[in-house]
């Protein structure tokens, strides 16, 4: 086997590329990161919330977001997924994301195929790659009147609220470092070497890579990481001759219901130092959803009756709706390259959806009143957490990787990511994509 130019290549420089490329070079490895993309943050890779523009304002930053992704088909029937969409920047969704961490729940949603001690190990690992924090605003007056007002209704139904886990820490009672691949790579090993360019297709030499086409140059390696999300893997494996009767198929993502609350005025007195409420409801079995009870963003348009609130008495809620893998759930390409989706909403889904639409009235109900036009509201199906599109299991026909990500049929293709959850998971799957990866480059290691 000849010498390779370099001990990995990692495709994607995002939360989960930069993870990745991190415990590989701290092994003592060269990696080479290849991102399409440009950077639009300073220094490259870091999250563009801690620009002081849009910290002064937090709710124009999913406006924001609008600016730096790439709708597939914007126009499309909710079954065809009209907010599914990519990005092509440094740092990818990584410096854009709200940067909310909860763990899956070992028994409800999280994969079985790790013993619990690996699991917290994994997941021990990524947070401090991210520097995840639960009790960074455990003192806002405005989160203990939040749980005064919640608790018994939540206790009779079996649930209770958290702190909310953050990547990144406090700087102020309102201000916030979020974290981002940049954060990641600095603390560890100057072993990475970005390369700005457009990934085209694997070299293979029948079943083992052997390189990365870049642009029209080939970067040698006996280990690739796809890094590159749930849309992007696939696409990879499709341009590089891969098939697999999987790919593409048992997708999943998270319709999020959101809406934002003006808290009863005889119930709050805070200064105007109180720190951000950040609270979390976890999934129980009788309620399978995540909920989170926050201020942090709103992505709705305020009526303009209803401008003069106080910021302190606002807070959002939102809820993430989980929709179940089914092998029928699927994303193709046409004859011209384009990519096209078919996750329909199917009935369990929608009674679970109606359950959550009912469960956040009640909350809302606790704490005061709806802030005029932003009743709350599902966001375009496809737009949050698309998943399972590479998704990881036994080599039957059912899955594209081995339980470490390896590529069934393949040797040093690794694919890592959201694309990987094989699971209906019930919270933001970043942590747990990125517990995924990190065993699973850590497996190869040992």
């Keep these: 086997m000849p010498v390779a130019q370099w001990d990995d290549i990692v495709i994607g420089s995002g939360l989960t590329g930069a ?10 490895r060269q990696v080479l990161m290849v991102e399409r993309g440009q950077p639009v943050s300073e220094p490259a890779g870091s999250h563009l919330r801690n620009r002081s523009d849009y910290r002064k304002d937090p709710d124009g930053w999913f406006g924001t977001v609008d600016r730096y992704v790439t709708y597939l088909d914007s126009d499309a029937d909710d079954p065809a997924l009209p907010g599914a969409y990519t990005s092509s920047i440094v740092g990818g969704s990584g ?8 763990r899956a729940t070992a028994g409800l949603d999280q994969p079985d195929h790790l013993q619990e001690r690996e699991w917290e190990e994994a997941y021990r690992q990524a947070e401090i790659y991210l520097d995840v924090r639960r009790e960074e605003f455990a003192d806002s007056r405005r989160a203990s009147v939040i749980r005064a007002a919640l608790q018994d209704t939540l206790s009779e139904q079996g649930r ?4 909310l886990p953050l990547a990144g820490r406090r700087l102020g009672p309102e201000t916030i470092h979020y974290s981002a691949p940049a954060d990641v790579l600095a603390a560890g090993s100057r072993r990475v070497t970005r390369l700005d360019g457009s990934a ?9 890579v052997s390189g990365v086409w870049v642009g029209e140059t080939l970067h040698t390696t006996h280990h690739v990481v796809l890094a590159t999300g749930a849309v992007d893997a696939p696409l990879m494996l499709w341009r590089s001759g891969i098939a697999n009767p999987a790919l593409g198929r048992h997708l999943s993502f998270h319709p999020v219901l959101a809406t934002q609350v003006v808290l ?5 007195a805070v200064s105007e130092n109180d720190p951000l409420p950040r609270l979390g409801i976890p999934a129980t079995p009788s309620h399978p959803w995540f909920v989170m009870v926050l201020r942090d963003t709103n992505p709705l348009p305020v009526d303009p009756s209803d ?5 302190h008495r606002l807070v959002e809620i939102q809820a993430f709706g989980p929709i179940d893998p089914h092998p029928d759930n699927r994303m193709w390409l046409d004859g011209s390259g384009a990519v096209h989706f078919d996750v329909p909403i199917r009935p369990t889904d929608q009674e679970r959806l109606n359950a959550i639409e009912s469960d956040v009235m009640g909350l809302v109900q606790g704490l005061g009143r709806l802030r005029r036009g932003c009743e709350p509201r599902w966001s375009p199906p496809g737009t949050a957490h698309l998943m399972g599109s590479c998704r990881m299991g036994a080599e039957d026909g059912t899955s594209v990787t081995n339980q470490n990500g390896t590529l069934h049929g393949f040797e040093g293709v690794d694919i890592a990511g959201n694309a990987v959850i094989p699971t209906r998971l019930l919270v933001n799957p970043t942590l747990t994509s990125l517990a995924l990866a990190i065993h699973g480059q850590r497996a190869r290691l040992s």
């Design 200 to 208: 085209e297709r694997l070299e293979l030499n029948g079943n083992q």
């Design 19 to 28: 993870c990745v490329a991190r415990t590989l070079a701290d092994a003592g």
């Design 264 to 268: 009863d005025e005889g119930s709050i």
């Design 307 to 311: 401008l003069a609130v106080p910021p």
């Design 160 to 163: 209770s609220l958290c702190h």
């Design 95 to 102: 410096i854009l994301w709200t940067n909310n961490c909860p």
